[in-house]
Each structure stands twice: as C-alpha cells, then as structure tokens.
C-alpha cells in the first residue's frame, strides 16, 4: 500500500520535473527566436518612406515598386507611411522617422515649397534624405543627397513635339488649334514641368490656342469635372491635354457623354501622360491618340542608390528614370501583357 502510494507520488513528481523543463526549454526557444529576429532586424537598414497619397493608378505602382525594393531578403527594414495628400502628413511622417532615427528617409514631396525646416531638421540628426519621384524648391541642395525621378519638363516637350508632327501629318498644321489642359496637383514637379516643357513648344505656335488650364488634382473624379465645365464653355475644342491617365480617363467620360468624339477616328485628340495597362489599352484602339510614359518602378533605381551610399561612392544629384512614348503605332500585345500596372 505504502509502496504504491510513494510510486504514485515519484510519478506526479517525474510529470512535474518534465513539464517544468518543458517549459523551460519552450521559453528558451521563444527567447531565442526573438532575439535572433531583433538582432536581424538591427542588422537590416532601416528606411522611413512618405508617400504622398494614393490618387492615380500610377502612385498605386509607385507604392508597390518601393514595397517590393524594401524587403526583409534585401535586408531592409521598411517603415511606411501614406500621406493622403496633405504636405502636413508628410512633415509628420518625417518628423517621425527622425525621432525613430532611421537609416535613410525616401520620400514623394507632394508640392515643390515648404521643406526647408524639416529636411535641416534631417540633416541635424545625421539621416540622409532621398527624393523620390518628385523634386523639392530649396535653396541648400545640400539639405537632400539625390532624388530619383522623371523629367518632367521633357516629357511636357515629348506631348508638344507629338502634337506638332501630328497636325503636319493631318495637313492642318497652319490652322487654329484650340487646346485645353487638365493640370494636375498645383505646386507638384508633375504639374510644373509638364507644363513648361508643354508651353515651350506651344509658344512657337501662334495658332495654339490655350482655351484654359485647370486643375484636376490627378484624379479621375476631377477630370471628369473639369472636362465638363470645359465643354460647356468651349464648343470647339480640338485638343485635350491632360496631365496624367486618371484624368484622361474622366476627361473620356465626360467628352462621350456630350455627344463629342475622341481620338484617331474623332473629333478631340487626346494627350495623356503616365502609360498605365487600362490607358495602354485606350492608346491601342485609338481611343487615347498619345501617351507620354512616366515611369514608376523607382523602388530598383532607389536600392541602386543606397548601395552606392553604403559603400561611401559619391551619388548624383539627379537620377532620371527611363520614358517612352506611345502611340496605336507602337503598343504591341507584348508590351501590354508585360505591363502589370
Ligand atoms: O508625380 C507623378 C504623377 O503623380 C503621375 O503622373 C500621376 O499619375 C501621379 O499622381
């Protein structure tokens, strides 16, 4: 009897032993792996990127490009943030980023002006700042170490250069042209350079005529506004230039509701600047006359960057993506099954 109860009570006492080594071999396991994934994490370079919002179907690819650049097997760190386009969002975000003292900050400026104070506050903290996609105003370029972009005074000249050749091509090239144009965010690189480089080659022509240039903030809703006052006020609009797809796609809506035609076979040319798949698409059946592409995929172009930085090689000031521009002559099946935007 006595024999059985003191074999019961080594049994409870063995369980017991076992089950307290099994948690602690469990609890080391758990410390080991979060300790392995923190010295991992210090081990990667951690990057704070601002976005600037998500409005067009070419910010959406912008995003991805970065996300897909910045991950774990390329040994990043990426902490992200969406400014729904308000410039206070992005100070925020920056702000942020210094206080969590991060590697590297990339970031869009939604409008050129404004910077000064938060980049010198960058600066003060040692972290190096990158732009991405769009440009800043400051008078020390000292205050960012690149930006990673697109020309987008050229691409405005490409949209002039096209039109020019297209109304010698119609042989109407000496008679008035009425032109409107749907601009995009005010105060952004976008806007600014596309509408100079367009003004450029516009200014050679005295029979250009510019009806109005409107903002429709990049977004389709506001293109499709806009285009409607437009075609209220002008009848005899000839030429629609609109400064990115989203637009161009509202400025279609509203130009078929009235009645009017568009593109190779109508009676309004269409300019239309980004080259997303759905206005590829609009470019190979004619819909759409021109599209000036600008590029997205600046997530490589950036890891390129940082590379560089890392090995202390002396970056440019300036990296311009690379651009194409297409018309029903050159969008090939291929090019639009390759296109994943
Ligand atoms: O700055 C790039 C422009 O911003 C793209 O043309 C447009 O689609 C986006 O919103």
Redesign the pocket.
């Known amino acids: 009897m006595f024999w059985k109860r003191s074999y019961g009570l080594i049994m409870v006492g063995l369980l017991l032993v076992m089950m307290i080594a099994l948690l602690l071999s469990g609890s080391r396991l758990f410390t080991d792996i979060e300790e392995e994934a923190h010295i991992e994490e210090e081990d990667r370079i951690v990057v704070g990127v601002s976005q600037l919002g998500s409005?067009?179907g070419?910010?959406t690819a912008n995003t991805e490009s970065v996300q897909n650049a910045f991950t774990q097997q390329n040994g990043y760190f990426l902490i992200y943030n969406n400014a729904r386009q308000k410039q206070e969002n992005q100070l925020k975000a920056i702000r942020s980023f210094i206080s969590q003292r991060v590697d590297y900050i990339i970031f869009s400026p939604v409008v050129e002006t404004g910077w000064e104070t938060v980049l010198q506050e960058a600066k003060q903290a040692g972290i190096p700042v990158i732009l991405m996609?769009?440009n800043v105003d400051v008078e020390d370029e000292s205050l960012y170490v690149t930006c990673v972009g697109?020309d987008f005074e050229k691409e405005g000249e490409k949209a002039g250069h096209w039109l020019e050749r297209e109304l010698v091509q119609r042989g109407v090239s000496g008679q008035s042209v009425n032109i409107v144009i749907l601009t995009?965010t005010e105060g952004?690189?976008?806007q600014i350079g596309r509408s100079a480089g367009f003004a450029t080659v516009a200014e050679k022509h005295n029979n250009w005529n510019i009806l109005e240039e409107k903002c429709a903030e990049?977004t389709s809703t506001k293109g499709k506004e806009v285009m409607k006052t437009f075609l209220k006020r002008y009848p005899d609009i000839n030429v629609v230039v609109s400064?990115?797809?989203?637009m161009t796609f509202g400025a279609i809506e509203a130009i078929k509701e009235s009645g009017r035609t568009v593109g190779v076979d109508g009676d309004i040319i269409i300019l239309s600047?980004?080259a997303v798949r759905g206005a590829l698409d609009m470019v190979a059946d004619g819909t759409i006359n021109v599209d000036i592409e600008?590029n997205p995929n600046q997530g490589e172009y950036l890891l390129r960057v940082i590379d560089m930085l890392e090995a202390d090689e002396t970056v440019e000031k300036m990296y311009y993506v690379e651009e194409d521009i297409f018309t029903i002559e050159n969008v090939t099946e291929e090019l639009l099954q390759e296109r994943t935007y």
């Open positions: 409005e067009s070419w910010r996609d769009r697109s995009g952004s690189s976008s990049f400064q990115n797809d989203d600047f980004d600008c």
